[in-house]
């Protein structure tokens, strides 16, 4: 596992740029918008279909829009225009300063049918990118920004979801500080970062290095910033978990507590390891027995998801449940010591681990397993959530969807661990 997928601040103003142009365009923005709102937008260039009227519109769509144009005057009023035309309702504008260019980054509400890059392109945009939006992208930037920076500061584990949350649909990948042709991972990326088009790279607080790509739309310098900023943030903070715990009571009798796990618990993980048959290590990490044990120190770091743990009144850990960011998915995995078996244990951790999914903004989970592991598939049935079944080479795949499912509805959830 050398390396694992856990699936904006702006620098100094270039040379070159007209100093008017910011205050120009803010300046057409504010009155192609204010004519707008009240009713005295410019009539419509004649093409034949005059655009419908705002009681006849029916549907409205919710898009994020983001365009690149000249930094000049006047650039930003003929976007807003043409899109003013055609009943597009602006709710929200950031610019990303690109020298000699900006890209202007909308929220739109625009009637359904309405052919945005059309609109923009005949306004002078270039290199439009448009995706679905919702409720949540409501939300300012300023706004949005601070309740990622305050999550991130109240658990490690925040970073890579507040990372996606701020830059959109990428795909994180951490890679060990382990060396390589005579240098750690880390000194290979300048210690403030870089940034090259469609990748970003930062030095991991934990050591190493974080790489974020999104292929399908490049970063501009003020995302980069933003993403720098925040993982500054962790670096000064530390590491640092919520402590929260949880008393599960077994059918039989007897109580366990359940909370949230870190490379701390190394030792006593290990040492539950040892307490397993060559089975159950086999079933949890679908591969040779020895090497389980390598995979802990990873498994337990908050930079690469969550992990709970069911342990003892006298402190030994008897049941580990992971959930793994891995790319744009997310995966849960669980293992529970033998003589603890079928008592409901992983099913316990597991209805917490999903619905922590559920809270981070997760549409789906995954296990992956066999379909003699009983116990697992029983697991993932008794979530209550529709799940897809995929067989691969003798593998079972599970998959739970959560994009309807409110957090914290999972059946049989109980009080949610990882918030202090």
Same mark, same amino acid.
């Given at each position: 596992?050398?390396? #694992?997928?856990?699936?904006?601040?702006?620098?100094?103003?270039?040379?070159?740029?007209?100093?008017?142009?910011?205050?120009?365009?803010?300046?057409?923005?504010?009155?192609?918008?204010?004519?707008?709102?009240?009713?005295?937008? +410019?009539?419509?260039?004649? @093409?034949?279909?005059? +655009?419908?009227?705002?009681?006849?519109?029916?549907?409205?769509?919710?898009?994020?829009?983001?365009? $690149?144009?000249?930094?000049?005057?006047?650039?930003?009023?003929?976007?807003?225009?043409?899109?003013?035309?055609?009943?597009?309702?602006?709710?929200?504008?950031?610019?990303?300063?690109?020298?000699?260019?900006?890209?202007?980054?909308?929220?739109?509400?625009?009637?359904?049918?309405?052919?945005?890059?059309?609109? #923009?392109?005949?306004?002078?945009?270039?290199?439009?990118?448009?995706?679905?939006? /919702?409720?949540?992208?409501?939300?300012?930037?300023?706004?949005? &920004?601070?309740?990622?920076?305050?999550?991130?500061?109240?658990?490690?584990?925040?970073?890579?979801?507040?990372?996606?949350?701020?830059?959109?649909?990428? $795909?994180?990948?951490?890679?060990?500080?382990?060396?390589?042709?005579?240098?750690?991972?880390?000194?290979?990326?300048?210690?403030?970062?870089?940034?090259?088009?469609? &990748?970003?790279?930062?030095?991991?607080?934990?050591?190493? #290095?974080?790489?974020?790509?999104? +292929?399908?739309? +490049?970063?501009?310098?003020?995302?980069?910033?933003?993403?720098?900023?925040? #993982?500054?943030?962790?670096?000064?903070?530390?590491?640092?978990?919520?402590?929260?715990?949880?008393?599960?009571?077994?059918?039989?009798?007897?109580?366990?507590? &359940?909370?949230?796990?870190?490379?701390?618990?190394?030792?006593?993980?290990?040492?539950?390891?040892?307490?397993?048959?060559?089975?159950?290590?086999?079933?949890?990490?679908?591969?040779?027995?020895?090497?389980? /044990?390598?995979?802990?120190?990873?498994?337990?770091?908050?930079?690469?998801?969550?992990?709970? @743990?069911?342990?003892? =009144?006298?402190?030994?850990?008897?049941?580990?449940?992971?959930?793994?960011?891995?790319?744009?998915?997310?995966?849960?995995?669980?293992?529970?010591?033998?003589?603890?078996?079928?008592?409901?244990?992983?099913?316990?951790?597991? $209805?917490?681990?999903?619905?922590?999914?559920?809270?981070?903004?997760?549409?789906?989970?995954?296990?992956?397993?066999?379909?003699?592991?009983?116990?697992?598939? =029983?697991?993932?049935?008794?979530?209550?959530?529709?799940?897809?079944?995929?067989?691969?080479?003798?593998?079972?795949?599970?998959?739970?969807?959560?994009?309807?499912?409110?957090?914290?509805?999972?059946?049989?959830?109980?009080?949610?661990?990882?918030?202090?």
């Amino acid at each position: 596992m050398s390396e #694992v997928k856990y699936t904006r601040h702006g620098g100094p103003a270039q040379s070159g740029r007209n100093p008017a142009g910011p205050a120009a365009r803010c300046t057409a923005a504010f009155h192609a918008w204010w004519a707008r709102r009240h009713g005295h937008a +410019p009539p419509a260039h004649d @093409t034949g279909d005059a +655009p419908p009227s705002s009681a006849a519109r029916g549907e409205s769509v919710l898009w994020r829009m983001r365009t $690149t144009v000249k930094d000049e005057p006047g650039a930003l009023a003929a976007l807003c225009t043409a899109l003013a035309e055609r009943q597009v309702d602006i709710l929200s504008l950031q610019t990303h300063p690109l020298g000699e260019d900006i890209v202007d980054e909308f929220l739109l509400r625009a009637p359904a049918g309405t052919d945005l890059t059309t609109a #923009v392109t005949l306004a002078g945009g270039r290199d439009i990118w448009t995706e679905r939006a /919702d409720a949540h992208d409501l939300v300012d930037a300023p706004t949005r &920004v601070l309740s990622l920076a305050a999550r991130t500061a109240s658990d490690a584990a925040e970073l890579p979801l507040a990372l996606r949350q701020l830059l959109g649909r990428c $795909t994180i990948r951490s890679r060990p500080a382990a060396p390589a042709s005579g240098e750690t991972a880390a000194g290979a990326v300048p210690a403030e970062g870089s940034l090259d088009d469609t &990748v970003i790279r930062l030095r991991d607080p934990e050591g190493g #290095v974080l790489t974020v790509e999104r +292929p399908y739309l +490049p970063f501009t310098p003020t995302e980069f910033a933003r993403a720098r900023a925040l #993982v500054e943030l962790d670096a000064r903070l530390g590491p640092r978990m919520p402590r929260g715990r949880d008393l599960l009571t077994l059918p039989e009798g007897g109580d366990l507590s &359940v909370r949230r796990a870190d490379t701390g618990d190394l030792a006593a993980a290990r040492a539950m390891h040892e307490r397993c048959s060559p089975e159950t290590l086999r079933r949890r990490y679908h591969g040779p027995v020895g090497d389980a /044990d390598r995979y802990l120190n990873h498994l337990l770091s908050p930079r690469f998801g969550r992990t709970l @743990t069911a342990q003892t =009144a006298s402190g030994r850990i008897v049941a580990l449940g992971h959930l793994l960011w891995d790319g744009d998915e997310t995966e849960v995995a669980l293992i529970v010591e033998d003589a603890w078996q079928r008592r409901g244990i992983g099913g316990e951790l597991l $209805t917490r681990l999903v619905s922590m999914a559920a809270e981070a903004g997760c549409a789906q989970v995954y296990a992956v397993t066999q379909a003699a592991n009983t116990g697992m598939v =029983a697991a993932m049935r008794g979530l209550g959530l529709p799940l897809d079944y995929q067989i691969e080479e003798g593998t079972l795949v599970i998959t739970a969807r959560l994009d309807a499912v409110p957090a914290g509805r999972v059946r049989g959830s109980g009080e949610r661990i990882g918030r202090p």
